[in-house]
């Protein structure tokens, strides 16, 4: 039986590539377990987690503080409002997010696309889900 290294030198396949542009991002999940998987994934593709928040103000402090290129923003967060938050952050800083939600009914959407959202992402989502917007989201800013 081949190990897996050994299938994957034969086959010519290798490991997923760095992206070409790494996005520094701030994950805001009210969540602790959502936010490290989250997290764990943005890693692993190759982009840089420079913050976590849980809530509207501590996203907005931490923005402030150390300028990510994206915010990943869940929709709803204890206590308060996602989408509210994306808002102030890109009225406050020009950070764009890319929405985690749970929640894809018209009137929820139809609020996200007013913060001009770089993505959104239905949870749970799967590692290339989150690949694909990433990717676009970096094209996006260059």
């Known amino acids: 039986m081949l190990k897996a290294d ?19 991002l701030l994950v805001v999940e009210d ?4 936010a490290e998987a989250v997290c764990m994934v943005v890693s692993d593709l190759g982009h840089t987690v420079c ?5 509207e103000a501590e996203a907005v402090e931490i923005a402030a503080r150390v300028r ?12 308060g409002d996602g989408i509210a938050a994306a808002r102030r952050l890109h009225t406050d800083h020009g950070i764009r997010s890319i929405f985690l939600s749970g929640y894809a ?7 996200i696309t007013e913060t001009y959202p770089l993505g959104v992402v239905h949870k749970p989502f799967s590692h290339g889900q989150l690949k694909v917007v990433l990717d676009l989201a970096a094209r996006r800013l260059r």
């Open 105 to 111: 009914d018209h009137g929820v959407m139809a609020r």
């Open 31 to 34: 969540e602790q377990l959502s």
């Open 6 to 24: 050994t299938l994957t030198r034969s086959t010519g396949a290798s490991r997923p590539r760095p992206p070409s542009r790494p996005l520094r």
């Open 51 to 55: 913050g976590t928040a849980a809530t």
């Open 68 to 79: 990510p290129d994206v915010a990943l923003m869940d929709v709803r967060l204890a206590g």
